[in-house]
């Protein structure tokens, strides 16, 4: 299975999630009595629309590359990322008005049994968060990445709900906005999970340099390639889900031009062999002093 697939697969299993989660969140909110449990339905609501522009950027930056995109389509990742912060900006903001709105007027106690509903969306959740990040991981995802996002700060605007309707509870006649201060706290926290989420995007549509770990590894790689002698400039950026590379590689100053090309193109099959993450890899050559 491609990286590709298996970040579309990864998507639509959040698409699905999501779905499902909304209408409990909903249903068990309206008839539980909790705005907590209603403003975690707007923001699963607002990640299914998320999913769904993380996966039409999964698929467009798998297209290959093109006259008019000779690096890929890779950068509409990073693009569909910021997207999927401004939905999550926007779910904080409705869910932080709404929260104000609730919390100066009185209303009726939660129900307790919104505590098991919580329990179990709060580990669902999380379980979620974990499958979505490692295929994220598995394949430099950043859209994908911001999707799993999506379900870490769902998992934790349930917990604080989940505290919320507990004071409620246990303290009773004068606390039942417990979990309307639980959800505007939430709202916050989305807030800076967004930034965790943009921050990233932005160093990879800026080419920001990030890369050290793979730089060692492509100069490790290449000193075992027959004729290089060594390495010099390394920049990487990375495209959707490939790292582009620039490679300066010295070899003997007293060998042939046919040779010199022979070795340039015998490290960029290596690389790209044993570094199936890489993209396009351009090597120039330099002569030994």
């Known amino acids: 299975m491609t990286n590709e697939q298996k970040a579309i697969k990864a998507t639509y299993f959040s698409i699905v999630g999501n779905t499902i989660m909304a209408i409990v969140k909903a249903l068990a909110g309206f008839f539980g009595s909790s705005y907590a449990l209603i403003a975690d ?16 950027g999964i698929k467009y930056a798998s297209r290959p590359a093109d006259k008019n995109h000779p690096y890929g389509h890779g950068r509409i990742e990073p693009l569909i990322t910021f997207l999927v ?35 179990v969306i709060i580990i669902w959740k999380e379980t979620s968060f974990r499958l979505v990040m490692k295929r994220s991981i598995e394949t430099n995802s950043s859209s994908l990445k911001a999707d799993a996002w999506h379900h870490r700060s769902d998992a934790l605007t349930s917990v604080a709900a989940f505290i919320g309707i507990s004071i409620a509870l246990l303290c009773g006649k004068g606390y039942e906005t417990a979990d309307d201060w639980a959800a505007l706290f939430a709202s916050g926290f989305i807030l800076y999970n967004s930034y965790l989420i943009f921050r990233p995007a932005l160093a ?6 990030r890369y050290d770990d793979l730089i060692v590894l492509i100069r490790d790689i290449s000193l075992k390639v027959d004729g290089v002698i060594g390495t010099e400039k390394c920049f990487i950026r990375k495209t959707g889900m490939k790292y582009q590379v ?41 002569p030994s002093s």
């Not at 912060?85 to 709404?98: D, N, P």
């Not at 007293?254 to 022979?262: C, F, N, P, R, Y």
């Open 204 to 209: 990879e549509i800026m080419d920001e340099h």
């Open 85 to 119: 912060v401004g939905f999550l900006i926007t779910s904080a903001i409705v869910i932080a008005y709404e929260s104000i709105q609730n919390i100066r007027t009185v209303h009726e106690l939660p129900k307790s049994w919104t505590l098991l509903v919580l329990g």
């Open 246 to 286: 620039d490679l300066h590689a010295t070899v003997d100053a007293d060998i042939s031009v046919k040779h010199g090309h022979e070795i340039a193109h015998d490290l960029q099959d290596t690389l790209k062999k044993q570094l199936p993450e890489l993209g396009n890899v351009l090597i120039h050559i330099e």
């Open 41 to 56: 339905a707007i923001e699963s609501t607002t990640d299914i629309l998320a999913s769904f522009l993380v996966l039409f």
